[in-house]
């Protein structure tokens, strides 16, 4: 039985890995003036981020449509596929679930939509870890088994720079962002269960840093670690060079998807990790 593997861009898989495992992705949308494009496809993230701060009015972002995951669906099936597990981004936060389980109403019980609960590598580990079973040659039931398994070890945290994006999006008062910012907050969150959750803030970037590697340390051993970024790879790469840390698989460092740039705003520093 040969299964197929889908999820979305806000998985935030690098294309290397993407090619070598044949993972399919659907690419959300984020919409500047009234045009849609495809993240990582029509505009690349780094230009992306550097024209984010311009942006009047601010951009919106837009979950892919139901026949863009049925395309991808049909394609599978026509190589020769017979199951497909399609992994997303939480569908708390997101349209994206919602649009690939409808789409996959049309197949029968051909494919099993999961819920990650989880944003960016928060997705794309539990993705990686179906391509490796997959690759080993598991059956369906026992990739199903290590996904949901590597949903409960994962844990993504962040620190942003400023509270303005979130503002913009709606996701904090406009009072709230407007004292943060006054005061140079860089509130740290944590993702847990679908929900993002404050965990603390930090007067400057450096202290803020700080927590984030206490909080990253606080989750103890982690099998799969990606430190993020939203157009700060200079400042993520030595981040990762401080920590040193002694990994089965290679740590990443990753440019997160427009779709979630674009709450964050540039400059975001964060983690993704599977904990031992």
């Known amino acids: 039985m040969k299964i197929g593997l889908v999820t979305d861009s806000t998985a935030d898989i690098p294309p290397d890995l993407v090619a070598r495992h044949d993972i399919r992705v659907v690419p959300a949308l984020v919409n500047i003036a009234g045009k849609s494009y495809r993240d990582g496809i029509d505009i690349t993230r780094e230009e992306y981020y550097t024209r984010l701060p311009r942006l009047n009015p601010p951009p919106t972002t837009s979950a892919p449509s139901v026949g863009d995951f049925q395309e991808r669906y049909e394609d599978l099936f026509r190589n020769g596929v017979s199951q497909i597990i399609s992994i997303h981004t939480a569908k708390s936060l997101s349209g994206i679930f919602n649009g690939a389980r409808l789409a996959a109403q049309d197949f029968g019980q051909r494919i099993h939509v999961l819920d990650s609960n989880q944003l960016t590598l928060g997705v794309g580990f539990p993705v990686l870890t179906a391509a490796e ?74 202290q803020g840093i700080l927590r984030l590697t206490e909080i990253l340390h606080s989750w103890g051993p982690v099998e799969r670690l990606a430190v993020l970024h939203t157009n700060a790879e200079v400042t993520a790469r030595q981040l990762l060079e401080d920590l040193k840390p002694k990994l089965a698989s290679p740590p990443l460092v990753v440019n997160v998807t427009t779709t979630i740039g674009t709450h964050v705003g540039p400059n975001g520093l964060g983690f993704a990790a599977v904990v031992a």
């Open 133 to 206: 079973a997959i690759g080993r040659g598991a059956l369906l039931e026992e990739v199903i088994s290590l996904v949901e398994n590597v949903f409960r070890r994962t844990r993504v945290a962040a620190l942003l720079d400023t509270l303005e994006y979130m503002r913009r999006s709606g996701r904090v008062s406009w009072t709230r962002a407007f004292v943060g910012n006054i005061l140079n907050i860089k509130p740290l969150v944590e993702l847990k269960d679908g929900i993002v959750h404050r965990s603390g803030q930090a007067r400057t970037r450096t």
